[in-house]
């Protein structure tokens, strides 16, 4: 089927290039306090994102594959400045027994793409798993609660859903198929969005490698954007339009690469227009690979309306749009704000940066035990040893662009022999820096994939504090404390990577060789991460 037209510029656009930052991704982020913004306006791991915007709010949702809860919300008032609200998925046990803590058997699985819509006075989500099919969970506030994930579909091996209601009423979604016919699909559904019609599909475009599905109507056009591969070359922005839902659709591409940045290659995102009627393009950038640790990260670029195409950032000779690096915020008069990342853990609840490495073990952890810590129980990995079979770890995204500090404080007396507990950074590698204990006695340690460095001596007291300096070129450093205040270095240099489709992670953790087994508190978690040069 070739019913796609592929809108090939041949003359060459003069174009006139305004003054960006350096390109890069080190340095000055986000809101700048003048009035401007600069990419990236979250650098960290925020892939698979939607946008959208209600009334003057805006909501952005990023997948969380294996994470738990799953399909983080975030909440912004202009585009730049975003905090976390919520989660969608409070249980993952409700895709699927493989994602529970005594399975954790869903690395690079798990909650993918989604979409986030607002549709008859609710919050509505859909995202696949692919091996356990197509979910929707709605709520009448972004902040939660969320409701059950609802299968609506078990059908295996969809990604990258969109959902669309039509004026006439009509509901539509469109899905990918990964694999030799990795092509674009759309299928009618039911008003409630709750069950899709398997016989309605159809093939709207039968480009291989067609992902990031979002459809948009816009003044009686319909528009599909996804992004593809070229053949032996970069992953460009695509954009379709047709006046019929079905199709045919004709087919430019919107945003391609930035020259020699292969890791800030265009990727999945959205559009979405303000109050005053200004078209914006949110996207995550680069595939993670090529040295950049902190996986896809959020970029913010204007669209600039050309012959009836939305054209997302710096307009370039072929008419497409590439990265830029700073521009004017779209909304002022809100303060600059950052992303949560300390917590005293002094709520009864965990705060919403947090999500465990699989769904957790429920009663092996708390926040009320004792009052103003983190319990944290010990019990066995799935396969001894094994830090990625270990339930439990309490993780968040690393932030910034030139580096920051992590400090933890914890509470070692309930400790027992055989446990290992503290702070951890992880992708395919992992290293920790805690405390271990053995025949009675503790020891501060630094482990690199189970390979333990001990400290120079014994724990002499109960309490001690473990920091983490993150450095400017993708790794840190690590040190311990036992008074809060006069470190002492301890271990290598830990460098940072991709895998799995994600960045580094940072984390708390806790396990035991020996079984069900003590027990650490951590009191405080304080996260400091650089803004570059502001």
């Known amino acids: ?37 600069k990419n990236p306006v979250l650098p960290g791991d925020f892939s698979d994102l939607d946008v959208i915007r209600v009334g003057g709010d805006y909501y952005f949702i990023t997948s969380t594959l294996q ?15 975003w905090q976390y609200i919520s989660h969608c998925v409070a249980d993952l046990t409700q895709l699927g027994p493989e994602l529970n803590w005594d399975r954790m058997n869903r690395y690079n699985r798990g909650i993918y793409a989604g979409a986030i819509r607002f549709h008859d006075g609710k919050f509505r989500v859909f995202f696949t798993t692919m091996d356990e099919g197509v979910f929707l969970t709605t709520a009448t506030n972004a902040a939660g609660p969320w409701s059950p994930a609802t299968r609506i579909w078990d059908k295996q091996g969809f990604d990258d859903p969109c959902p669309f209601w039509d004026d006439d009423g009509q509901a539509y979604l469109l899905l990918s198929t990964p694999g030799k016919q990795w092509w674009t699909h759309i299928y009618k559904m039911s008003a409630d969005g709750k069950s899709i019609d398997p016989a309605s599909g159809k093939i709207i475009d039968d480009y291989q490698s067609s992902e990031g599905n979002k459809i948009y109507k816009i003044n009686g056009t319909y528009y599909v954007f996804h992004n593809q591969v070229i053949p032996h070359g970069p992953r460009v922005g695509v954009m379709m339009r047709s006046t019929n839902i079905f199709g045919p659709y004709e087919k430019k591409i919107i945003l391609e690469d930035f020259p020699g940045r292969y890791d ?118 799935l396969a001894k040893g094994d830090f990625f079979k270990a339930g439990n770890t309490l993780t968040q995204r690393i932030m910034g662009t030139d580096g920051g500090t992590v400090e933890v404080k914890l509470d070692a007396s309930n ?40 400290g120079p001596e014994l724990l002499p007291q109960n309490l001690a504090w473990v920091r983490a300096k993150i450095d400017d070129q993708g790794g840190c450093n690590f040190a311990y404390s036992l008074d809060g205040k006069i470190f002492t270095s301890l271990g290598t240099r830990f460098s940072f990577g991709w895998h799995n489709y994600r960045g580094t992670r940072l984390g708390l953790f806790t396990y035991n060789n020996l079984g069900e087994h003590g027990s650490v508190d951590f009191d405080s978690f304080h996260y400091d991460y650089s803004r570059g040069n502001q």
């Open 415 to 454: 400790m027992a022999d055989g446990q290992i507990a503290g702070l951890v950074f992880f992708w395919k590698n992992y290293a920790q820096i805690g405390v271990a204990q053995k025949n009675g006695q503790r020891k501060i340690i630094f482990s690199e994939n189970g390979i333990i460095t001990e």
């Open 264 to 381: 800030r290659q265009p990727n999945q995102g959205g559009l979405v227009q303000t109050e005053a009627g200004d078209w914006w393009f949110i996207t995550h950038q680069g595939r993670g690979e090529n040295g950049t640790y902190d996986g896809r990260p959020a970029h913010l670029l204007p669209v600039t309306w050309t012959n009836g195409w939305p054209i997302p950032g710096l307009i370039d000779r072929n008419g497409a749009g590439t990265i830029l690096w700073s521009a004017k915020k779209p909304i002022k008069g809100f303060p600059v704000q950052s992303l949560q990342s300390d917590d005293e853990f002094s709520t009864p609840i965990l705060a919403p940066q947090w999500e465990w490495n699989y769904q957790p073990r429920a009663e092996k952890w708390s926040l009320t035990q004792r009052t103003g810590w983190l319990r944290l129980e010990a019990f066995a990995p």
């Open 1 to 37: 089927m070739k019913v796609i037209k592929l809108i090939i510029l041949l003359a060459a656009i003069c174009v006139n290039y305004p003054a960006v930052a350096d390109v890069g991704n080190r340095g000055a982020w986000g809101d700048q306090g003048d009035g401007t913004f």
């Open 67 to 81: 994470f738990s809860p799953g399909m983080a919300v975030l909440h912004s008032k202009d585009l730049v400045n």
